[in-house]
């Protein structure tokens, strides 16, 4: 099951997270919010918490 840590309010910043997570071995997805031009950003259950400390250290979050 994948589950949203991080919710970014541009592409470019959804693409800069995938990337850094992706360098880290992370599996990511990134889903758009049409509503509000919004980007989710997915990992599988298991790996969110440690994911999301990624984006924390890293400033992406």
Same mark, same amino acid.
């Given at each position: 099951m994948?589950?949203? *840590?991080?919710?970014?309010? /541009?592409?470019?910043?959804? #693409? /800069?997270? #995938? ?10 997805? *990134?889903?758009?919010?049409r #509503?509000?031009?919004?980007? #989710? *950003? ?14 924390v ?5």
């Amino acid at each position: 099951m994948w589950t949203v *840590i991080d919710i970014v309010t /541009s592409e470019k910043k959804a #693409q /800069s997270a #995938q990337e850094k997570l992706m360098m880290e071995g992370f599996l990511v997805k *990134i889903l758009p919010l049409r #509503q509000n031009k919004c980007y #989710q *950003i997915l990992v599988p259950e298991e790996e969110a918490k440690e994911a999301y400390h990624v984006l924390v250290e890293t400033g992406l979050s």
